[in-house]
């Protein structure tokens, strides 16, 4: 029985010290926070440096940094619906993508296409810091794993996919078929079952009933409440007859 827990505890210690040797080196000179703040001081100016030897992409990467960096904060984001009409929707930021920001309240899930945002901002009176709360579970290991086992570890944390792995709004929106939307445009609202999502369009399901919506002409989606649903489905019914 000894001689097992002496093996089971030299077996522990060859693990520790083989994913100790997978660093040959800390990744900086100075200690972990002021490393923490370099990064991020770098990662900034990198991305002005970016926007400004290209304008076109100063939106899309501006809009996502911000968002990531109020990522379960609420934030209020100002959506152009026409030319000369926009609509403040106000939320927490749940899933920041490649080209569009979803943000949630009590009451539903709202995808806002990067080109529809006119600009994003904090509510007046709330922090500019999150609550403890709202941070996920710190691994003083992730690094190591995330090097060791990448695709094991990414897996399991929608944080990490999110990080990794952008999703587009076409990906994401088709992952969450058969979803009862509202889509608005600049000049209709669209109600129905998410059915498929391809590369240029949104196709929704009424009762039969197709609809073609281009992706480029998407202002935001909506999910829908019970409610709603059947309110729209009575007024529907009631236009035909």
Do not use: C
């Not at 911000?66 to 009409?85: G, L, W, Y």
């Amino acid at each position: 029985m000894q001689e097992e827990i002496n093996l089971a505890t030299d077996k522990k210690a060859e693990d520790r010290l083989l994913i100790s040797q997978a660093f040959s080196s800390p990744t900086s000179a100075v200690s972990s926070e002021e490393t923490r703040i370099l990064t991020e001081y770098i990662n900034q100016k990198n991305l002005f440096h970016v926007t400004n030897q290209d304008e076109t992409r100063r939106k899309p990467l501006v809009l996502k940094q911000f968002f990531k960096m109020k990522r379960n904060q609420q934030v209020v984001v100002s959506s152009v619906v026409e030319n000369d009409v926009t609509v403040k929707i106000e939320g927490k930021v749940a899933t920041i993508g490649r080209d569009f920001v979803m943000i949630t309240d009590l009451q539903k899930r709202i995808w806002i296409p990067f080109t529809a945002i006119g600009s994003a901002t904090i509510p007046f009176g709330f922090p500019t810091y999150s609550n403890t709360h709202q941070h996920f579970i710190y691994d003083n290991q992730l690094q190591q794993k995330l090097v060791l086992k990448f695709g094991e570890t990414v897996s399991k944390k929608e944080a990490l996919k999110q990080q990794f792995f952008e999703e587009t709004l076409q990906t994401n929106l088709d992952s969450w078929g058969g979803m009862w939307v509202e889509v608005k445009t600049a000049d209709r609202n669209v109600f129905g079952k998410i059915l498929e999502t391809t590369k240029k369009e949104l196709i929704l399901t009424f009762f039969k009933t197709e609809s073609i919506i281009p992706l480029h002409e998407i202002r935001h989606v909506s999910t829908m409440r019970f409610y709603f649903l059947w309110k729209n489905v009575l007024k529907s019914m009631f236009n035909k007859m």
